[in-house]
């Protein structure tokens, strides 16, 4: 009876450790019980049925990456070019992905190409080579929606490589080439007119300062020359009030016009006009002072000693 009891309970132990599974993280089982969709596994500890049930598909749900080879595209223009992409998708429905169709992956690559043939056929070369953005943004959208009845989420779609032909390739270096050769000769240019401008304007400035140096100059000049005569002036104006002051009359005072006219004509080749009211008054000022002796600054001469007469008688 006892080896019966452990025979059957090693029987067991051999029938449910089997069926005993561990699901990892980030993955999911899938179940089918007697062929039929039973249920989705998630992370933990979990006990199948021997017999009935078994694990149809496991799936991982961590983002992949498809890189697809690449693919001949013909542009609108004409033009055959290969492309490779790469898409990053993840598995959001593991009974989806299961059922949905066969072989998701190799479904997801065709669907890759078509689409991309589709939408570089509506664009030109200059245009696919330049608008990466635009073809990344479409192929997103359009593959993330035709592959939601799949359990899959499109999350972003790149092109790797743009290879034009060889020929098309040699053309698009010569214009490069040549387009640098224009951006070079036009920064050359740009930069002796910028030198020129600044040349110019240097001399311009240059001018403006000297003329105005100048201006100041004789601005300055003729300030002096002003407070020069303005200052004589001054002092002749106070010799005059002095005179005026000290009881002048006016015969004086015009002596001083008639001095003033001798220095006016110290010079050479120089007329000087005297007023006849002027010389009238000089000639009457010369008699006066001749018959009263006033103004007269030469003192008189002594007179010489009278000789003594000798008185003969006593001699």
Not at 133 to 158: C, F, H, P
Request: charged share 30%; proline share 4%; with cysteine.
């Amino acid at each position: 009876m006892e080896i019966f009891i452990i025979c059957l309970i090693v029987l067991i132990l051999l029938i449910v450790i089997p069926n005993v599974r561990i699901v990892p993280q980030a993955t999911e089982y899938v179940i089918e019980f007697l062929g039929k969709y039973k249920t989705t596994w998630g992370a933990g500890l979990h006990v199948k049925i021997p017999v009935l049930e078994r694990i149809s598909k496991k799936i991982t749900l961590k983002e992949q990456v498809l890189d697809s080879p690449p693919q001949p595209v013909i542009t609108k223009d004409n033009v055959t070019m290969r492309i490779d992409t790469v898409v990053y998708f993840r598995i959001f429905d593991a009974k989806m992905y299961t059922y949905g169709v066969v072989n998701p992956i190799n479904a997801l690559e065709n669907l890759t190409a078509t689409t991309l043939r589709n939408i570089v056929g509506e664009l030109e070369l200059d245009g696919t080579l330049t608008s990466r953005d635009t073809i990344n943004g479409k192929m997103t959208s359009i593959l993330d929606e035709a592959t939601d009845q799949w359990g899959i989420k499109v999350n972003r779609v790149e092109l790797k490589n743009i290879i034009p032909p060889e020929e098309i390739q040699s053309a698009m270096e010569k214009q490069m080439k040549a387009e640098r050769d224009r951006r070079e000769t036009l920064l050359q240019a740009e930069g002796h007119k910028a030198a020129a401008i600044t040349r110019a304007e240097g001399d311009k400035q240059a001018m403006i300062l000297a003329a105005e140096g100048e201006r100041d100059a004789r601005i300055a000049r003729a300030e002096g020359e002003a407070k020069a005569i303005l200052l004589a002036k001054q002092a002749e104006a106070d010799g005059l009030r002095a005179l005026k002051e000290a009881g002048a009359d006016a015969a004086v005072i015009e002596l001083k016009k008639f001095e003033t006219l001798v220095k006016l004509s110290d010079g050479t080749a120089a007329k000087l006009i005297i007023p006849t009211d002027v010389v009238d008054t000089v000639t009457k000022n010369t008699v006066f002072t001749e018959t009263t002796g006033l103004g007269d600054i030469t003192k008189p001469g002594v007179k010489p000693p009278k000789p003594v007469k000798k008185d003969e008688c006593c001699d």
